[in-house]
């Protein structure tokens, strides 16, 4: 049995009002890869959290319940509603984003109660540990990784299956005109353990800079505009995705930076599970380089998309090397599209996913006969 309609809960979703990162654009991405896998039968629902309810289109069968907070938390990814048991009652199955949160907690035991079948999906964050300290993993039915190294943290018994990428191919692909490259480029939120500070102290100073993303933390921006005093280093804080892909398309490389231990001293086991401006990049023809930290050297090949590095020094030397090579750039930028358009595309990921999903409400069907 294919399922009708999915839920998808999130504690925060890909909007202003909300938060824009990589966790939130995830899941938009894969319900429109599902959608797109069931030939147009299956919808998915975003359900989450605001001050007020509300309900929108976001794509083609895919839409946004808000669901009104119960109260505002302290960590909004432990924001929970009394209305989340009517917001599952009519779904198939419940795929739950942001694992170790209360959020995650409760919709997992209003799920099983409803006897749905649930997914669950890790993306770093972590607002409680009483589902980590219970074992509430146990009561999933899959889990699903996005990274070799993002499925290496789950304990627990359940099946893991791992579904690399889903980044939307479609917007994000080179263009007809390729502009001149004229700089370097990161894109992401702009918090210590992106390692941007590292990435302004290893840029040569002949060497553009483009620094794109929200600020989320007053005090670090302040420490990246010091540092980047008397370099050619832009920022840009405020950029829709239109512009974020042309700045993909102008740049030599984008760098994603992050690191085990920030300048503050705090350590950061898991900084990146997939790194997904990397495959935005990648998909707009643009090569990646990424230090060797987290899930980030599992979607870059080496020497042939980009680069991985294990120094600042090393990491200078690549920059170097590409700014003064732009024959080596369009030929990783060439290869790196077609390694996404195969394997890391929305399309692939929701077809392979909507295969798990078909699988565990068919499982399900046979238990209830």
């Known amino acids: 049995m294919s399922p009708r309609k999915v839920a998808y809960l999130t504690p925060l979703y890909f909007d202003e009002a ?14 429109r890869g599902v959608h797109h896998a069931s030939g147009g039968r299956c919808r998915v629902e975003l359900i989450s959290f605001g001050a007020a309810a509300r309900q929108l289109d976001l794509a083609e069968g895919v839409g946004l319940r808000v669901l009104p907070m119960a109260r505002k938390p ?4 432990d924001v929970v509603s009394w209305h989340l048991p ?10 739950i984003h942001q694992a170790y949160t209360r959020c995650a907690e409760i919709g997992l035991l209003v799920a099983k109660q409803q006897r749905k079948p649930v997914c669950i999906t890790d993306h770093g964050g972590f607002a409680s540990p009483l589902g980590l300290e219970v074992g509430h993993l146990e009561l999933a039915d899959r889990i699903i990784a996005y990274s070799d190294f993002g499925a290496s943290f789950y304990r627990t018994t359940r099946p893991i ?12 692909r080179p263009p007809q005109v390729r502009p001149p490259r004229d700089r370097f480029l990161f894109v992401g939120r702009l918090l210590p353990h992106k390692g941007i500070d590292v990435l302004i102290a290893a840029m040569p100073d002949d060497c553009p800079l483009t620094i794109c993303g929200r600020p989320y933390r007053p005090e670090y921006l302040a ?11 832009e920022f840009v804080l405020d950029a829709d995705d239109a512009t974020i892909r042309d700045l993909y398309a102008r ?48 979607f870059i090949l080496e020497g042939e998309t980009g680069f991985v590095y294990d ?12 700014a003064a090579e732009p024959e080596t750039v369009e030929r990783m930028g ?36």
């Open 161 to 172: 299956t791992v579904i690399k990428g889903g980044v939307d191919a479609w917007h994000f």
């Open 74 to 77: 302290a960590n909004p990814l």
């Open 18 to 31: 909300s938060c824009l990162g990589g966790g939130e654009r995830y899941p938009l991405n894969l319900a």
């Open 223 to 233: 420490k990246l505009r010091s540092l980047a005093a008397g370099k050619t280093v």
């Open 86 to 95: 009517d917001a599952l009652v009519d779904c198939d199955l419940v795929h």
């Open 311 to 322: 120094s600042p020094a090393m990491l200078s030397e690549r920059l170097r090397q590409l």
């Open 251 to 298: 740049s030599w490389a984008t760098v994603l930076s992050s690191v085990y231990r920030d300048y503050e001293g705090r350590t950061h086991d898991a900084p990146e599970l997939m790194g997904f401006t990397l495959l935005e990049s990648m998909a707009c023809g643009t090569p990646a380089i990424a230090n060797r930290v987290g899930a980030m050297p599992e």
């Open 334 to 369: 060439l290869k790196a599209r077609e390694i996404v358009e195969v394997h890391y595309d929305l399309n692939v990921a929701g077809a392979t996913l909507f295969d798990v999903y078909r699988t565990l409400c068919e499982n399900r069907r046979e238990v209830a006969a």
